[in-house]
Structure formats: structure tokens, C-alpha cells
């Protein structure tokens, strides 16, 4: 079995972009939130990894760093496994 290596995951899946739109990672990974509240989540840093935002005051573009998903892809998934290996003592 080989180890791999969830940044080299991301940069093929989302076609060798370091930079993710918001929306992308959104619908993959944070389906439960509505867009509006994402947009203000990501203009308050307030989402679980870093929002790059760039363009004017009206259009504002959102994106995420993919070294950034992968970290906090990373981080949940030792913390579940973490709770799991708990949870079987």
C-alpha cells in the first residue's frame, strides 16, 4: 500500500491550481454552509483555514491555498482518528 500525499491529492483534483475558489472547496468539503455565510465567514478569516481575498469592494474573489486545505484536511483527520482509537479503548 502506498502512502499518499493529500497536498499532491489536491493539486491533481483541482488541476494543478494553487489557488482554489471558495465555491470548489465549499460544494467539496463544506456543503452544509450557505453560500452568503461563507462569503462573510471568509471576508471575517473565520472559516477553518486561511481565505485568500482579492479584486474590488463589489467583486470580491475568494480563493483557498491549496497547502492550506491540505493542512486542515490533514488536522481532521488525525483528530477523528484520534477519537475513534478513544472511543475502542
Keep these: 500500500m502506498t502512502d499518499t500525499n493529500t497536498e ?6 483541482y488541476q494543478y491550481n494553487p489557488l482554489i ?4 472547496v465549499a460544494d467539496d468539503y463544506l456543503p452544509e454552509i450557505k453560500w ?3 462569503k462573510e465567514r471568509a471576508r471575517k478569516q473565520d472559516l477553518p483555514f486561511p481565505v485568500v481575498i482579492g479584486g474590488s469592494k ?26 475513534h482509537l478513544s472511543m475502542q479503548a
Aim: no cysteine; net charge positive; charged share 35%.
Design 21 to 24: 475558489p471558495l465555491k470548489l
Design 58 to 83: 463589489n467583486r470580491s474573489t475568494y480563493h483557498v491555498n491549496v497547502k492550506s486545505l491540505a493542512r486542515w484536511i490533514d488536522k481532521v483527520s488525525a483528530d477523528a482518528d484520534k477519537d
Design 8 to 13: 499532491s491529492i489536491l493539486i491533481e483534483r
Design 36 to 38: 452568503e455565510t461563507l
